[in-house]
């Protein structure tokens, strides 16, 4: 398994920006699909963002394409998640997490992760 360490939360008001960034420790770094999840109060928590281990294909859910991107510095061990646009919905706990399965079309499984931060807060204001 690798350790992450999500940072970058905080309040900002509707249409602001964010850049969310996880350190990640472990040789095996580079291996990882990388992803982002978040789960706002009384939800379950939902898909954000994915990125392939080489950084080349990256996943969005629908909610986030065009305003989020997701990118990964692997030889910092670094996945980051620049936020635009922010709108009140997108308010949650944003977690980082590691999966070593490759990265699949479309909405990544939760279940292929077995790695996670503790989570960042977002809040976004009306």
């Known amino acids: 398994q690798v350790q992450l360490v999500e940072s970058g939360g905080g309040l900002v008001q509707a249409g602001g920006s964010l850049r969310l960034s996880c350190a990640a420790s472990g040789r095996t770094f580079r291996r990882y699909t990388m992803g982002w999840f978040r789960q706002a109060p009384g939800k379950e928590r939902e898909f954000v963002a994915a990125?392939?281990?080489?950084?080349?294909?990256?996943s969005y859910a629908d909610s986030v394409k065009g305003r989020f991107t997701i990118s990964r510095e692997s030889a910092k061990n670094m996945v980051y998640l620049q936020m635009n646009t922010l709108k009140p919905e997108d308010t949650a706990v944003y977690s980082c997490a590691a999966s070593n399965f490759e990265l699949r079309f479309g909405d990544q499984n939760e279940a292929d992760f077995d790695s996670w931060g503790q989570g960042t807060q977002v809040t976004v204001s009306s």
């Open positions: 990125v392939s281990w080489g950084g080349s294909s990256t």
